[in-house]
């Protein structure tokens, strides 16, 4: 398998809810919500980086459309990492994640690396790092 991840879709309860707090919360950029006229087919696209995109698709259609029955939600399963370029930028993305309405698992701080990391969680409870690495500075 060649590295080509060109998606990462999240599982929502509201679509509504996600759009609002991914587009206007955190500022990325969307359509908005696509698909509605096909069965299961509401989604919404956000941009990241150069071909990736972050999906937001509500759970039950991630499930049968994978087939598999839903399960229960758990924040431990994985997490996303938002890498930035400095401990102020950790700082300023986890207030933006705050007043967008994202529950703040683990302030930014000092972490045991050398780098500087915190946690938050959106509003379906997907768990984010957000994090300076002084070896994976982000090139803008």
Do not use: C
């Not at 587009?23 to 096909?38: W, Y």
Request: glycine share 12%; aromatic share 10%; net charge negative.
């Amino acid at each position: 398998m060649k590295p080509r991840i060109t998606v990462i879709t999240l599982g929502v309860d509201d679509l509504d809810r996600s759009v609002r707090f991914y587009r206007d919360g955190l500022g990325l950029a969307t359509e908005g919500i696509i698909g509605k006229e096909f069965e299961n087919g509401a989604v919404a696209f956000f941009d990241l980086q150069a071909g990736l995109k972050l999906a937001v698709w509500p759970r039950k259609s991630l499930a049968k459309d994978s087939g598999l029955p839903p399960g229960p939600a758990s924040a431990t399963e994985f997490s996303l990492g938002h890498n930035v370029a400095s401990r102020s930028e950790a700082d300023a993305v986890m207030a933006q994640a705050a007043a967008a309405g994202a529950v703040i698992v683990k302030p930014a701080q000092e972490t045991f690396w050398g780098g500087y990391a915190g946690y938050f969680q959106d509003p379906d409870g997907h768990l984010w790092e957000v994090v300076w690495n002084p070896g994976l500075v982000p090139k803008e």
